[in-house]
């Protein structure tokens, strides 16, 4: 492509709305333009990368034998009734009626839909399959932001697989983590996959895949020593064993308007470890629980939901009003009587501590448990910390970093196929339901994660497997012979099947340049008076900076090797289908 004829309409300046280092590139290198919150344009620049990420999925997919379809976006509300998620998915669903006042949705994601395809599946021997899509999925997102990295309307990836039994999951699902490794890999990506939470979709295993990056909406803990690797949400930790204490008796204490853990802490002269918290929830039907934790943490919702086994939300202050025999700051376990109280395990070894006394301005001191206080149930319920003892190895010590979810997949089992009534004959001949997984990658998402990771503060850097262009040609000045040359390698380069944008503009060196480190294409060849005397021409590797003079006559040699041996060979993908365990 030549630069003259192409629509790159790019920014000199940072576009004020934007936060993170990927919107700005990708709106200042002309990628994307924004048509509404969280609705996006793909420009020619944005549309290459995109397929370019695209491709590798289909590849990998295609390569453990996935099978590529494509279903509608607009999907009737009955599909969503039957499985009870028109519900439960809230107010994130973008919802319509027909000119009949039938009501549809278009599909944050596809399980009920393509439950339904599955239909025609009669028996356990034509089994597993897996049914694929790249399609583009609405959410209305409550805080779209941060470009298409969490837009209303954006593509994904969804896979689903339809089994005869447990074993045959696992298999595929083992599959399918070797191919998103494989994907995020070869988009040249440093990633991390982890445990997760099942969220909406639902199911038991689940595993998402996160590109590092400081800006990550989400943060990952790991084990220095074992392999454990899970999100915040769900993290398992333990604590460093505390010294044992003698216990001390029990007194009430005057804490006049101390509320905060911390101004409780400073005029006891403690530290805040010393307190427990008792926070209280209420449950759909309106029952109270206390959940206790360490002064110095937080709950975890969702370990708290899962620990009680219902969704809780935390009392609102205004709510206290309605139980006249709750203190708003001062509630703690002694004597707080026919509310159920769940306490964080690491509180067993804690002695002496302080709580509330259910009493205006008043606190109880060397508290201890069962002594004072028994809790109806114990349970894993605050947020683990960098520093925790690992819960899996229980050696390691936990750590953090910050991740953006760009694929998710899950063992859902047989939620969907069972409450749609979707079976196939199983070897005694009898209907069964079929066991299913679904596996999501964020293909838009993916692209503008990969500019968070790779960029410095002239522009992007792409990786040559999904780079728009793999060269960038420029030549300089206004010498008729220089541009002769570039013409020629253009057209040679076109020949050669290798991606060329050749900026063939009269415009200055210095925005061509400028330009081209912005777009960021992995190797810019330049040309200028200079290759007149030497007949060589100056390639600048975008990543490094590297600079080699290559003559004239190898130069079409050597840029087809720097992208060759980049880009994954082609007789791997043999290999991956027979890693694929299958049946
Ligand atoms: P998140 O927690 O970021 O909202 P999710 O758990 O809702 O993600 P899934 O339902 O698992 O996401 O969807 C599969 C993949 O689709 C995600 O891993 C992510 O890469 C991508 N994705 C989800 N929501 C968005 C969005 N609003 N914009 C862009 N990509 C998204
Ligand atoms: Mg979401």
């Known amino acids: 492509m030549r630069l003259s004829r192409m629509y790159l309409p790019t920014l000199k300046e940072d576009p004020a709305d934007a936060e993170i280092i990927s919107h700005k590139l990708m709106l200042r290198s002309g990628m994307i333009r924004k048509v509404t919150a969280g609705v996006y344009a793909y420009m020619p620049l944005g549309f290459r990368a995109l397929k370019k990420v695209e491709n590798i999925v289909r590849q990998e997919m295609d390569g453990i034998d996935a099978q590529e379809i494509l279903m509608p976006a607009l999907q009737p509300a009955e599909l969503w009734q039957i499985s009870g998620r028109w519900y439960a998915y809230g107010s994130e669903m973008m919802r319509l009626k027909d000119r009949h006042q039938r009501e549809f949705c278009l599909g944050p994601t596809h399980e009920e839909l393509v439950t339904t395809l599955a239909r025609e599946v009669r028996s356990y021997r034509d089994l597993p399959i897996i049914l694929y899509q790249i399609q583009v999925k609405f959410r209305d997102e409550i805080r779209p932001r941060f470009g298409v990295m969490r837009s209303r309307e954006f593509i994904m990836k969804d896979a689903y697989s339809f089994h005869a039994h447990r074993e045959s999951l696992a298999a595929v699902y083992a599959s399918m983590h070797q191919a998103y490794g494989r994907i995020v890999k070869r988009c040249g990506l440093n990633y991390r996959s982890v445990q997760a939470a099942g969220g909406l979709i639902g199911g038991a295993v689940s595993e998402e895949f996160h590109v590092l990056a400081e800006t990550g909406e989400d943060t990952i803990i790991f084990c220095s020593e074992c392999d454990y690797a899970a999100n915040l949400e769900l993290a398992a930790s333990r604590w460093h064993l505390l ?105 067993k070894q804690l002695y002496n501590f302080i709580v509330g006394a259910n009493e205006s301005d008043h606190h109880y001191k060397n508290v201890n448990l069962e002594r004072d206080f028994t809790p109806d149930a114990w349970g894993d319920i605050i947020y683990a910390e960098e520093g925790d003892i690992c819960g899996q190895c229980g ?34 001949g009898k209907p069964k339901p079929f066991i299913m997984g679904c596996y999501g990658v964020g293909v838009s998402r993916l692209v503008a994660a990969a500019i968070e990771q790779k960029s410095d503060e002239r522009g992007i850097i792409w990786p040559i497997s999904i780079a728009p262009f793999h060269v960038h040609l420029i030549a300089v000045g206004k010498d008729e012979k220089v541009k002769e040359t570039a013409e020629e390698l253009y057209n040679n380069l076109l020949a050669e099947g290798v991606e060329i944008l050749y900026d063939d503009r009269s415009i200055s060196a210095g925005i061509k340049f400028a330009e081209a480190d912005l777009i960021g294409l992995p190797l810019q060849v330049i040309i200028g008076k200079k290759f007149l005397e030497t007949k060589k021409f100056e390639v600048k590797e975008r990543e490094n900076g590297e600079l080699t003079e290559v003559p004239f006559e190898s130069i079409i040699g050597w840029l087809k090797d720097k992208i060759h041996s980049e880009v994954t060979p082609k007789e791997t993908r043999a290999r991956w289908i027979k890693i694929a365990p299958f049946r």
């Not at 101004?263 to 929830?281: C, Q, R």
């Not at 629980?289 to 086994?309: D, E, M, Q, Y």
């Not at 047989?414 to 009534?421: A, F, L, N, P």
């Open 243 to 347: 010294p044992n204490e003698e216990p001390q008796p029990l007194s009430k204490v005057e804490t006049p308007g101390k509320i905060a853990v911390s101004d409780v802490a400073k005029f006891l002269d403690v530290p805040s470890s010393k307190l427990v918290k008792t926070l209280l929830y209420k449950d759909k039907s309106g029952e109270l629980f206390g959940a206790l934790i360490p002064g110095h943490r937080s709950v975890n919702p969702a370990k708290l939901t899962l620990a009680l086994g219902r969704e809780v939300a935390l009392l609102d202050k205004n709510e206290f009003n309605i139980y006249p025999q709750l203190t708003y700051g001062y509630i703690g376990p002694i004597g707080l009587h026919g509310i159920k109280l769940i306490a964080d395990t690491s509180l």
């Open 395 to 428: 050696q390691g010590e936990l750590r953090k970093l910050r991740g953006i979810e760009i694929g998710h997949i899950f063992q859902l089992g047989t939620k969907y196929s069972e409450k749609m009534g979707i079976t196939f004959v199983d070897k005694t």
